[in-house]
């Protein structure tokens, strides 16, 4: 059971962040993703609808053997019956009622135009559908919540049988009637008036389900729960269709940390940017770097004005210490930064600069002209730390120098494309010839350089290139365009960001590379020549 009944957090990821453009989750992803919101503590984990299609159905069933929850209720979502056929006749319900899933969530139309034009039935019998569903669910021993379809919009063109649906559902014993905002258009300051007329007007406990259409999801949602509602429904990270949902990440901190209101277990919200996160890999659409709470630009400073402040008291520019919802403060480099900012950035990458007033204005204004240049550091947290080495010691750490090099791509007569890199490095006073290819001139470089130093430095094997970004800058002056290359690599413990630019596309890519192999090498602990 959800850690108190007062209160219900229930998440339907599985069901409505599922219909999100571009989002299939495989039977395994959905087991997985239930894993991970048992682990967050929410109250209620809505797994999709049984019945209605092979997924969802085998979804169920692996459920019931494979998904032990330690903090959350799992719950089976369907439609009442279907018009003019009995509760006990029904095959969806049927499904529904041997799912296995202790709580059935139904939806219903509460909208009098969709019972016309939609279910094609009278008010009268979309009423006697949703009361018998309710109350055959009830009597086969299955806790029931009702989710009122265009409640809202219902509720404006018929306000009384809009109330109607929630006083049958409630009567007839589903034990939360959630208000659905299903086309997402409304603003908080009238959606909370509607929650608190209809609380009025009935003794029934109160839901609420947003969408994001107008960009007021969450806004809705804490305007419904002030107003009255003990039961938010949403999705991880926002997930679906059009807009997306409530995201219930923003609406759980919002409440533990700004209503003083634990939805969570103890200590829970801290695994917010884990969760958040892992989520998002098995889903495989990146995270917003500015979702509220959990994004990586949540709690980011770049103006050298605000890293002043924050040397003085975080608190002065961050609405919430970080590591409540398990992020942290990062420090941005860029062409508007200053000294506290440099300082800061610096005792993050734990690099100490004594205060120096002559050296933090040398990396300064190096920072400044580069980037006045086409460089960013902002991403590139690696090429930033080994420009600060560089100027404390007088010299940049080097491993190895790239001579030469020569890439060539060749379309070959069955049609094949050929890429091949030529790179002749000076690594301990010996001069390497070395050769790669590749399925392009990056990787093809990328291949030549590492077999080439592997000889002499085995840790590199360690190395992988995780990700490659290349974005074209605007000409300046009237000079051609700039090539700006941002490269991530991994070596199995930890991920760093190298950058590169120049007006050609590969020796821009060269320069992140070899920033990207020297910060490696000095993880593994190498000295530099």
């Not at 979804?59 to 929850?69: I, M, Y």
């Not at 939806?107 to 008010?123: E, G, I, M, Q, Y």
């Not at 509602?229 to 949902?245: D, F, I, S």
């Not at 291949?447 to 300046?476: C, F, H, M, S, W």
Request: net charge negative.
């Amino acid at each position: 059971m959800p850690i108190s009944d007062a209160f219900h957090i229930y998440d339907t990821t599985l069901r409505d962040g599922a219909q999100q453009e571009g989002l299939n989750l495989s039977v395994h992803d959905k087991l997985t993703i239930a894993r991970h919101l048992d682990d967050l503590g929410v109250g209620f984990i809505e797994g999709g609808w049984p019945g209605a299609n092979p997924k969802d159905t085998e979804f169920f069933a692996r459920a019931k053997k494979e998904l032990v929850l330690k903090n959350a209720t799992f719950v089976a979502f369907g439609a009442t019956r279907r018009p003019n056929v009995a509760a006990g006749d029904d095959v969806l319900l049927g499904a529904l009622r041997d799912s296995g899933a202790p709580v059935v969530t139904l939806v219903a139309k509460a909208f009098d135009r969709h019972v016309d034009l939609a279910l094609r039935t009278s008010l009268n019998e979309n009423l006697a559908m949703i009361r018998d569903s309710v109350t055959h669910l009830v009597n086969e021993g299955q806790r029931v919540f009702l989710d009122a379809e265009h409640f809202f919009d219902g509720y404006r063109n018929n306000p009384a049988y809009a109330l109607e649906v929630v006083r049958v559902a409630s009567e007839a014993g589903a034990d939360v009637v959630a208000l659905c905002d299903t086309n997402g258009g409304m603003l908080p300051d009238e959606l909370s008036q509607v929650v608190h007329d209809v609380l009025a007007a009935s003794s029934a406990r109160l839901g609420i389900h947003c969408h994001n259409d107008t960009g007021c999801a969450v806004a809705n949602s804490m305007a419904a729960v002030a107003a009255g509602a003990t039961h938010v429904q949403g999705t991880l990270n926002g997930y679906g269709e059009r807009t997306g949902n409530a995201d219930l990440v923003t609406i759980i901190a919002n409440l533990e940390l700004k209503k003083n209101q634990r939805v969570l277990p103890k200590n829970a919200l801290q695994e917010a940017f884990r969760i958040s996160h892992a989520i998002a890999e098995v889903t495989n659409v990146s995270s917003s770097a500015r979702q509220p709470y959990v994004g990586f630009s949540a709690f980011a400073h770049k103006a050298g004005l605000h890293a002043s402040a924050i040397k003085v008291d975080p608190s002065l520019y961050q609405h919430e210490e970080p590591s409540t919802v398990g992020n942290d403060m990062r420090m941005l480099v860029s062409d508007m930064a200053g000294r506290a900012s440099i300082e800061l950035k610096s005792q993050e990458i734990g690099v100490d600069l004594g205060g120096d007033k002559a050296l933090i204005g040398r990396i300064i204004d190096r920072v400044k002209d580069m980037e006045s240049r086409g460089f960013t550091f902002e991403a590139a947290d690696a090429s930033f730390e080994l420009l600060v080495h560089e100027e404390i010691n007088g010299k940049r750490p080097s491993f190895f120098t790239i001579e030469h090099w020569l890439t060539t791509v060749e379309r070959a007569q069955d049609q094949s494309i050929v890429t091949k890199a030529e790179v002749t490095v000076v690594a301990v006073g010996k001069k390497i010839i070395c050769s790669g290819t590749g399925n392009g001139p990056v990787n093809a470089f990328d291949n030549a350089l590492r077999t080439g130093l592997a000889q002499l430095y085995p840790e590199l094997e360690v190395l992988e290139l995780t990700d490659y970004k290349v974005r074209i800058l605007e000409g300046r002056l009237g000079t051609g365009a700039i090539t700006r290359v941002l490269v991530e690599t991994s070596d199995g413990r930890g991920e760093w960001s190298t950058v590169g630019v120049h007006e050609n596309v590969i020796a821009a890519s060269a320069m992140a590379l070899e920033d990207a192999l020297t910060f490696g090498l000095l993880r593994q602990g190498r000295k530099p020549e």
